[in-house]
T-cell receptor
Framework: GEDVEQSLFLSVREGDSSVINCTYT??????LYWYKQEPGAGLQLLTY?????DMKQDQRLTVLLNKKDKHLSLRIADTQTGDSAIYFC??????????FGPGTRLSVLP | NAGVTQTPKFQVLKTGQSMTLQCAQD?????MYWYRQDPGMGLRLIYY???????DKGEVPNGYNVSRLNKREFSLRLESAAPSQTSVYFC?????????????FGPGTRLTVT
């Protein structure tokens, strides 16, 4: 079946850039998403990219998509302590199916 | 707009007890979902409803039932709770005709089964 993989942990220093990586298996994915989950809360959409795009930039966030390798990344520039959270990669196929990765816990060190 | 609301926020059950988790959305979305979140496993889809009056099984439906009461409300029922159902449960909704099809999530229900 479809699968989305992410590393589980990432630590960075405040002010550095963070890069969170994701790989997926479904070649029919239409949209790919990055969600952020803060402690005790639900998931909030950070950004998304349509499968015919290579890159999308939104303020401090840059999403890169390599369709050939089925690799998605999220770069957070000038990472702040408020960016500490769990980040989920998710993909949606032509149907109603969303598949989420296990989440990457980002810790920002002062 | 409240978005997606879930009740209760926390619940402790004994093995064999039953309960219903409630979810409502005020965004007029057609599609609604129930997920469970377990450490290191991300979100797994339990059931979803593409529109009022329809429900379909997701990845992990065993031990659960759902009801799409109307367009706003989608409830999840545990008939006989088991310790393996200890988890955080999230309800979500989406609109099939939006630009991004994104899902909007509720705050979650933290369920412990002893």
């Amino acid at each position: 079946g479809e699968d989305v993989e992410q590393s589980l942990f990432l630590s960075v220093r405040e002010g550095d850039s963070s890069v969170i990586n994701c790989t997926y298996t479904d070649s029919s994915s239409t949209y790919l998403y990055w969600y952020k989950q803060e402690p005790g809360a639900g998931l909030q959409l950070l950004t998304y990219i349509f499968s015919n795009m290579d890159m999308k930039q939104d303020q401090r966030l840059t999403v890169l998509l390599n369709k050939k390798d089925k690799h998605l990344s999220l770069r957070i520039a000038d990472t702040q302590t408020g960016d500490s959270a769990i980040y989920f990669c998710a993909e949606r196929d032509y149907g109603q199916n969303f598949v989420f990765g296990p989440g990457t816990r980002l810790s920002v060190l002062p | 707009n409240a978005g997606v609301t879930q009740t209760p926020k926390f619940q402790v059950l004994k093995t064999g007890q039953s309960m219903t988790l409630q979810c409502a959305q005020d965004m007029n979305h057609n599609s609604m979902y129930w997920y469970r979140q377990d450490p290191g496993m991300g979100l797994r889809l339990i059931y979803y409803s593409a529109s009022e009056g329809t429900t379909d099984k997701g990845e992990v439906p065993n031990g659960y039932n759902v009801s799409r009461l109307n367009k706003r409300e989608f409830s999840l029922r545990l008939e006989s709770a088991a310790p393996s159902q200890t988890s955080v449960y999230f309800c979500a909704s989406s609109e099939a005709h939006s630009t991004s099809y994104e899902q909007y999530f509720g705050p979650g229900t933290r369920l412990t089964v002893t």
